[in-house]
Nanobody
């Protein structure tokens, strides 16, 4: 089974940028949807952005025009470019793989990476 490992989190000032990476231990070519989620202290986990097998993308309203999700199938890696960061973006960011032709119920989470945005 594919495993996901996130990296790239850290401390950044408001207005700054970070790029998160989600490296898969196997091919993501057949994964239906790869997504980034986040969970702030005391809050529920929420969808940030997702990208389909065909490359179509969706974003939470709160991050539109600031975040960009992309993937490199050759490197089995999904990225989240985060620009114009705000203190409210502070959270643990998780990568998730959803569904595949061989297993439509597939659901794999990474361990998360912490992003802290200071004001």
């Amino acid at each position: 089974q594919v495993q996901l490992v996130e990296s790239g989190g850290g401390l950044v000032q408001a207005g700054g940028s970070l790029r998160l990476s989600c490296a898969a231990s196997g091919s993501i070519l057949d994964i239906n949807v790869m997504g980034w989620y986040r969970q702030a202290p005391g809050k529920q986990r929420e969808l940030v952005a997702r990208i389909s097998r065909a490359g179509s993308t969706n974003y939470a309203d709160s991050v539109k025009e600031r975040f960009t999700i992309s993937k490199d199938n050759a490197k089995n890696t999904v990225y989240l470019q985060m620009n114009s960061l705000k203190p409210e973006d502070t959270a643990v960011y998780y990568c998730k793989a959803n569904g595949a032709p061989y297993d439509p119920y597939l659901e794999i989470w990474g361990q998360g990476t912490l992003v802290t945005v200071s004001s």
